[in-house]
């Protein structure tokens, strides 16, 4: 019978103590044994790199070091082999340290024999194995197979540290289908899967096999490539993985023409650390979309500067939180029929400690990805609603509208949030709108639902914001329990012409919302002739600078009080 070959690596710095090791294995008639033999802690450490054997034999004592340094280090580089640990002294307390350090098992040196060595190194084999196959499984994306975020990022961390020793460098690439949304709204799920399936398969053929890819979310993939030598280089897979990716994509029934968008990072250019690349590169990807679909970025300083502009406005933004710098502008929507305000978007600013007045298309994005929209959607909500008690209590009543980002209502603590200041502040139904984006009801999908249904039930209004910009999918319309929908501006207006931009897409909007009960205003409405063409399209509400800007309190109140008719119609009805 053939006896599989074992490549044991001994790690002992007595070299009577090694003879006797290696006459022991090589006494075997089980198993087949090819021993290798290091006597000093660094070069051990290196083979650690290395991953060239089947099982480390490991003696306690290597001079200054102990075996226990070693076991650490594999722990952390996750080094895949079994380690056995053979001790001098008989010591359990030690036994017990080692085995929770990683070791496979311990043998005491004076029991050392060949029976023993055999099957320790047996099962301390078979149970690593199983227990990687078992690491895989968990690790796996089940749809393609390939790795998921939380191995990608273990692979990176050992690539890191690889490319640093040698000198090397590494390219980490984020990909992402373009308008993969689209494909899964409109061709249902199924097709989806098979779609991002293909793709997989498609990217792990682009790159070698010793590259590592990833599936870190719904259609973004990943890939580490090693060993780089110059950005053309770079350029050139990246050209490859376009051109394999891009072909016509048959799944079920049709083919369909996909294209995809990269971001790449390089180490050690960009960045020492995995979560620092990985964000640049996330980054760069973000770049490449914006400037169009199918292309490719790869991280400069130019995002470097943003990035860090980006960091430098999280900071502040943290500090105008404390320091209450934010305050709450009011835009007036109008009831065409009436004339007469029957609403107001609260729309926030920011009044920096320099003077300045910060435009939320600034900063939104930022507190977006640092999560920090959490705390200040949160005081938007309180002052909205404390403002309506103010303003109640003084005769005046007119519902506000409140922006809510997706990222605000996937913190789990919203609903307590906004229920709590609905009380508190006793605001009545009818008063409050939430303004949300379709791609915030999308992300969520039908727990969103839930959610919003609950929100409705207490009289809080729910409005879908840019209407027509997303991934406007009628489904979501029938799904979701909605009051109105927002006509996004750039459909209405734009510099320089005074008719509507877009009057097909504003009539069919309109009529969609008349099928299905909802009501409409219209955003951005800048001149007379706007107001009419949307008017003769059934719009009875419109927002713009034809009639106010976003109005701080001070100046909003007199306006309030003087159209002292507040249109008495729910805006809802
Ligand atoms: P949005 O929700 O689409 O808000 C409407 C934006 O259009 C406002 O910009 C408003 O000043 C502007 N606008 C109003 N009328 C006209 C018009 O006739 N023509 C043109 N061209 N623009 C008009 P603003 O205040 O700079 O806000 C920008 C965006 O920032 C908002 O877009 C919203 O997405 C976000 N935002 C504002 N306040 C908040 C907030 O409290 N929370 C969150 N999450 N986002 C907010
Ligand atoms: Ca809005
Ligand atoms: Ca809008």
Not at 82 to 87: A, D, K, L
Not at 165 to 181: G, S
Not at 257 to 280: C, N, R, W, Y
Request: hydrophobic residues 40%; glycine residues 6%; charged residues 25%.
């Amino acid at each position: 019978m053939n006896k599989p070959m074992i490549k044991i690596l001994v790690v002992e710095d007595d070299a009577a103590d090694f003879m006797l090791v290696k006459q022991s294995l090589l006494k075997s008639d089980r198993n087949q044994y090819n021993v290798q033999h290091i006597s000093e802690y660094n070069a051990a450490s290196e083979a650690l790199y290395q991953d060239d054997c089947d099982l480390i034999l490991l003696d306690y004592f290597l001079g200054s070091h102990s075996g226990l340094e070693l076991l650490q280090q594999a722990k952390t580089l996750q080094f895949k082999r079994p380690i056995i640990v053979m001790t001098g002294s008989n010591s359990p307390e030690l036994d017990d340290m080692l085995m929770k350090e990683g070791a496979a098992d311990f043998i005491p040196k004076d029991e050392l024999s060949t029976a023993l060595l055999d099957r320790s190194i047996r099962h301390a084999i078979e149970r690593k194995e199983a227990e990687f196959k078992i690491a895989e499984l968990v690790r796996k994306d089940p749809l393609t197979g390939l790795g998921n975020r939380y191995i990608f990022e273990e692979h990176m961390e050992l690539a890191i540290a690889r490319a640093a020793r040698k000198k090397q460098h590494l390219a980490v690439i984020f990909l992402d289908l373009d308008r993969f949304k689209d494909i899964n709204d409109s061709l249902g799920h199924h097709v989806g899967d098979l779609l991002l399936t293909l793709m997989g398969d498609r990217l792990r053929r682009a790159v070698r096999k010793s590259d590592f890819v990833a599936r870190i979310g719904g259609d973004e993939f990943t890939a580490l490539i090693d060993n780089i030598e110059n950005v053309e280089e770079v350029n050139h897979i990246l050209e490859k993985i376009s051109r394999e990716m891009c072909r016509p994509a048959p799944v079920s029934n049709t083919t369909l023409d996909v294209t995809v968008s990269m971001g790449v990072a390089i180490f050690p250019h960009h960045g020492q650390m995995a979560m620092e690349l990985m964000q640049k590169a996330d980054m760069a990807l973000y770049e490449s979309k914006a400037q169009g679909a199918g292309g490719y970025h790869i991280f400069t300083d130019r995002l470097q500067a943003r990035l860090i502009h980006g960091l430098e406005t999280e900071k502040e933004l943290r500090h105008a939180l404390r320091l209450q710098q934010f305050e709450l502008f009011y835009q007036p929507q109008i009831d065409l029929d009436t004339g007469a305000i029957c609403g107001l978007e609260a729309l926030i600013r920011w009044n920096r400690s320099d003077g300045q007045v910060m435009s939320p298309i600034e900063f939104i994005p930022v507190a977006v990805r640092s999560g920090l929209i959490v705390p200040i959607g949160c005081w938007v909500i309180e002052a909205a609603c404390k403002q309506l008690q103010l303003w109640r209590e003084a005769g005046l009543n007119v519902p506000v509208s409140v922006n809510v980002s997706p990222r605000q209502l996937k913190f789990h603590g919203f609903l307590k949030q906004l229920l709590n200041c609905i009380k508190q502040y006793r605001v009545p139904p009818g008063m409050l709108e939430l303004e949300l984006t379709e791609e915030a009801l999308i992300e969520n999908g039908l727990n969103q639902a839930a959610m919003l249904g609950v929100i409705r039930n207490t009289g809080v209004g729910i409005a879908i914001d840019d209407f027509g910009t997303g991934y406007s999918s009628m489904r979501y319309l029938r799904e979701f329990p909605l009051d109105r929908i927002k006509i996004d501006k750039s459909f209405v207006s734009e510099a320089g012409i005074t008719g509507l931009r877009e009057p097909a897409i504003t009539q069919s909007i309109l009529s969609l919302a008349q099928g299905l009960g909802l009501s409409v205003v219209a955003e951005g409405v800048e001149t007379n002739e706007q107001k009419q063409q949307l008017q003769s399209q059934g719009c009875r509400v419109c927002q713009g600078y034809l009639y106010y800007r976003p109005l701080k309190l001070a100046d909003l109140e007199p306006v309030l009080r003087q159209a002292g008719g507040i249109s008495s119609n729910d805006r809802h009805s």
